[in-house]
Structures are given as C-alpha cells and as structure tokens.
C-alpha cells in the first residue's frame, strides 16, 4: 500500500496563470487571473489556496490556511476512531432478535467498531442470574469467530467484544 501525501499549493506556489476562484465568503467569482486572486487574498489578509486540480484551471479558494489544516486533521482522527456500539438484551430474549444482534455485532465488528452487549435484569429475572451469565456465554462463543471478548463481567452482566 502506497500512501501518496499531496501538498496543497498556496499563494505564490500557484503556478497556473488563471483559477476558478471561490473567495472567503464562499461565493463563486468565476474564472479569474492567478496575479488578482492574490491581491484578493492578500486584501483580506488570508491565503489562496488550491482545494482541487480541475481540467482547465485549478479550483482555488480564499480561507485562513492554519485553520484549513488544523479542521483537515480533526476530521481525519475522527474518521479514524473507532467507536463503541452498545446492544441491550434481556435474559428471555427471543431466537430472532438474538440472531439479528449477534448478525449486526458481527457486521459492526467487521468495519472495526468495538461491541458491548450489556444485559437488564428486571424484577423476578433476578432471581435467575445464572440465565443470563450462560446468555453472556453464548455470546461471546458466537462472536469469537470475528472478534475477541475484552471482558466478560458476570456480576455486572456486561461482555465486550473488540475486532479481532
């Protein structure tokens, strides 16, 4: 896997003598000259900066250049963080909302989120705990395939399942 890093050309980098400018209230100002998309940028004191190579003339906008890179890498951890899906059952569940929570958990596990199945007790079910520690178990047999149990708390009645 090669992973290609391209620089954004700005200000006088810009190379080409003419560019479809956007300036900094986003407004489309059409096909303009290099030397006066500068002069606009400089006016507001903000940079000019190509956001993408066109067939004709590169697409350049006016914006504030540290802030453009500093939304550019948030955005980016975001994408990248993995998030956290969280399934509820209860101990009497049925055969298939079982299957449908264990099918979406390994699909979920698939694109790389983690999986916490947590399980309510309510009233007289409590009297049954062990019912639910064996569906725990359950689950983290069927989803072994695809991912690995993180913890497994019987007491709190929480499994973890991360990819694997």
């Given at each position: 896997?090669?992973?290609?890093?391209?620089?954004?050309?700005?200000?006088?980098?810009?190379k080409s003598p003419?560019?479809?400018?956007?300036?900094?209230?986003?407004?489309n100002r059409g096909l303009t000259d290099t030397r006066e998309a500068l002069e606009l940028a400089q006016s507001a004191e903000l940079d000019l900066v190509i956001v993408s190579e066109g067939k004709d003339a590169p697409v350049a906008k006016?914006?504030?250049y540290g802030k453009f890179q500093y939304?550019?890498?948030k955005r980016q951890k975001q994408s990248a963080r993995p998030t956290?899906?969280?399934?509820r059952l209860r101990p009497n569940v049925g055969v298939a909302d079982y299957n449908l929570r264990i099918n979406q958990a390994i699909e979920w596990l698939s694109k790389g989120n983690?999986?916490?199945?947590?399980?309510r007790l309510r009233g007289r079910e409590h009297q049954n705990r062990s019912h639910a520690g064996e569906l725990l178990d359950r689950i983290a047999t069927n989803l072994s395939p695809v991912g690995k149990v993180l913890?497994?708390?019987?007491?709190?009645?929480?499994?973890?399942v991360i990819p694997a």
């Open positions: 896997m090669i992973i290609v890093i391209q620089k954004q050309l700005i200000n006088s980098q810009i003419q560019v479809f400018l956007i300036d900094h209230e986003n407004n006016i914006l504030n939304q550019k890498k956290l899906k969280e399934v983690s999986v916490k199945f947590v399980i913890s497994l708390d019987k007491r709190s009645l929480i499994v973890q």
